[in-house]
């Protein structure tokens, strides 16, 4: 597990170096990560559709992390391609829905109160 919480380190590194190099300043919405992960690809959530995958396939471990890794990459690709393409943000937001498919990243909304 460690290896794994490493390599999603590297690749949150990844694309906070990429977001740094870019051009234009890249903003991200964490209510984009939240619409990814609801509506997912062809109306199945991110999270049922890998659940329904990794029990087909009979799945555990780090397979079953490369499937909820390709769900989440498929959703994103889905709602990039449907919202305007952009391969930066395709990147980002694979990694935050894998992350928080997988429980990784809890994103915080503040109340305005």
Known sequence: MKKFTLL???MLAVSVFAMAQADVAVEVDTAVVDLIL???VGGFAVG?????????????GFFAY?????VSAAATAYYMVTAGWDF???IIYTILVFAAANGFYKMVKKSDQ
């Open 8 to 10: 999603l380190f590297f």
């Open 38 to 40: 609801l509506t997912g």
């Open 48 to 60: 049922a559709l890998t659940e329904m995958l990794k029990r087909a396939l009979k799945a555990e």
């Open 66 to 70: 490369v499937i909820s890794f390709a």
């Open 88 to 90: 930066l943000l395709f």
